[in-house]
């Protein structure tokens, strides 16, 4: 079966660019998780969807990070005014439901470059 | 606010050989969830173990196997018989009781010898 999927892989932009990052959750998954990890670093949690509404989006830094999930399956991440310390792996994962008892399946990331 | 820290940033080990990676945590919480997540080259995180607090018994899969000591908050993983192809980084990490979210610890690159 299918895992999560991201796209694009890479992502190389300007300062001061808009970009938008993808998430294919697994099919049935409710649950979708937004992390980003700078070099060298941990994963930093940034949202937590359950449906279609985001639950916990206490780790977005600041109001230039923005994301949806309209029909409760793909999940858009959205990085307006883009700086240099934007650049790092975004990293999304799903689970069945949200909670501890189910698993985070993580994908492959999108490295997003600021130039 | 929980922190988890992983204090070897790199370690190595011959093949067939045991190896073991620290982590230690910090949490108010009296139950949570702790696991191991390995990182290879193609950046995918893996669920390598995972940990209930509760649980007195050490978790084990397979060559994997964990210390757990809730008392001086310290989780660490044992590999048994090491491969080639557990070559990556490897996060320690937490999630409390109540959250969805993971606090990753930052990571300790392992490095299989042949």
């Known amino acids: 079966g299918a895992g999560v999927s991201q796209t694009p892989s890479n992502k190389v932009t300007e300062k001061g660019k808009y970009v938008e990052l993808r998430c294919d959750p697994i099919?049935?998954?409710?649950?979708l998780y937004w992390y980003r990890q700078s070099l060298g670093q941990g994963p930093e949690f940034l949202i937590y969807?359950?449906?279609?509404?985001?639950?916990?989006d206490s780790g977005l830094p600041n109001d230039r990070f923005f994301a949806v999930r309209p029909e409760g399956s793909v999940s858009t991440l959205k990085i307006q005014r883009t700086e240099r310390g934007d650049s790092a792996v975004y990293l999304c994962?799903?689970?069945?439901?949200?909670?501890?008892?189910?698993?985070?399946?993580f994908g492959p990331g999108t490295r997003l470059t600021v130039l | 606010a929980q922190t988890v820290t992983q204090s070897q940033p790199e370690m190595s080990v011959q093949e067939a050989e045991t190896v073991t990676l620290s982590c230690t945590y910090d949490?108010?919480?009296?139950?949570?969830?702790l696991f191991w997540y390995k990182q290879p080259p193609s950046r995918q995180m893996i669920l390598v173990i995972r940990?209930?607090?509760?649980?007195?018994q050490n978790a084990t899969e397979n060559r994997f196997s964990v210390n757990f000591q809730k008392a001086a908050k310290s989780f660490s993983l044992k590999i048994s018989d090491s491969q080639l192809g557990d070559t990556a980084m490897y996060f320690c990490?937490?999630?409390?009781?109540?959250?969805?979210?993971?606090?990753f610890g930052g990571g300790t690159r392992l490095m299989v010898k042949p």
């Open positions: 994962a799903s689970s069945l439901a949200g909670g501890v008892f189910n698993e985070q399946f």
């Open positions: 099919s049935g998954h409710t649950a």
């Open positions: 969807f359950q449906g279609t509404g985001a639950a916990d």
């Open positions: 949490t108010s919480e009296s139950n949570y969830y």
């Open positions: 940990q209930e607090a509760y649980k007195q």
């Open positions: 990490a937490f999630m409390g009781n109540a959250g969805n979210m993971l606090t």
